[in-house]
T-cell receptor, first 114, second 113 residues
Framework: DQQVKQNSPSLSVQEGRISILNCDYT??????FLWYKKYPAEGPTFLIS?????DKNEDGRFTVFLNKSAKHLSLHIVPSQPGDSAVYFCAASSINFGNEKLTFGTGTRLTIIP | DSGVTQTPKHLITATGQRVTLRCSPR?????VYWYQQSLDQGLQFLIQ???????AKGNILERFSAQQFPDLHSELNLSSLELGDSALYFCASSGTGEYQPQHFGDGTRLSIL
């Protein structure tokens, strides 16, 4: 049972444009959502997170949006840069239910075209 | 650099053997998590320790065990290894307080021959 889904295995975006990565979840007990970036031969790097009491969180070029009614979150990267080319994972946990384990999506490979 | 250190980076061994993977969390982090990433699967949670005590368990096999020591480093022990145990094993740590992100090490790649 895939509780966190990233339906796009890959995405290509022109340098300087906006990259939008999407993630859907099915477990209504999830209350903390995170995005990680992963380069080959490295561990996932934390990018940005959002708790369920918010619907938007920004950090520099990265913004995460959360739509609880649709059980959907998205990551916006503006402007996209060549160094953003990587695999992006969304993850979720149920902090307020005492469950800190992360449930990951299968990832989206983002390629930024110079 | 996430501040989480995992050793060794690579491990090659044979079926039936036992190995130990080591993780040093970020300075000050009390929680340590272990995840497995197999070729055909995403990152799967194995187990969590908090300040030396087991806090949560995922689908961890009985052949696998872990512990967290007083200096907060953690070890994941894998025994009676099978070909299907070949995977990347990641350790993560997080601070105390609400909504703390987990920070990951670069993993140990385990290859069973």
């Amino acid at each position: 049972d895939q509780q966190v889904k990233q339906n796009s295995p890959s995405l290509s975006v022109q340098e300087g444009r906006i990259s939008i990565l999407n993630c859907d979840y099915t477990n209504s007990m999830f209350d903390y959502f995170l995005w990680y970036k992963k380069y080959p031969a490295e561990g996932p790097t934390f990018l940005i997170s959002i708790s369920s009491i918010k619907d938007k969180n920004e950090d520099g070029r990265f913004t995460v949006f959360l739509n609880k009614s649709a059980k959907h979150l998205s990551l916006h990267i503006v402007p996209s840069q060549p160094g953003d080319s990587a695999v992006y994972f969304c993850a979720a946990s149920s902090i307020n239910f005492g469950n800190e384990k992360l449930t990951f999506g299968t990832g989206t490979r983002l390629t930024i075209i110079p | 650099d996430s501040g989480v250190t995992q050793t060794p980076k690579h491990l090659i061994t044979a079926t039936g053997q036992r190995v130990t993977l080591r993780c040093s969390p970020r300075s000050g982090d009390l929680s340590v998590y272990w995840y497995q990433q197999s070729l055909d699967q995403g990152l799967q949670f194995l187990i969590q320790y908090y300040n030396g005590e087991e806090r949560a368990k995922g689908n961890i096999l009985e052949r696998f065990s872990a512990q967290q020591f007083p200096d907060l480093h953690s070890e994941l022990n894998l025994s009676s290894l099978e070909l299907g145990d070949s995977a990347l094993y990641f350790c993560a740590s997080s601070g105390t307080g609400e909504y703390q992100p987990q920070h990951f090490g670069d993993g140990t790649r385990l290859s069973i021959l």
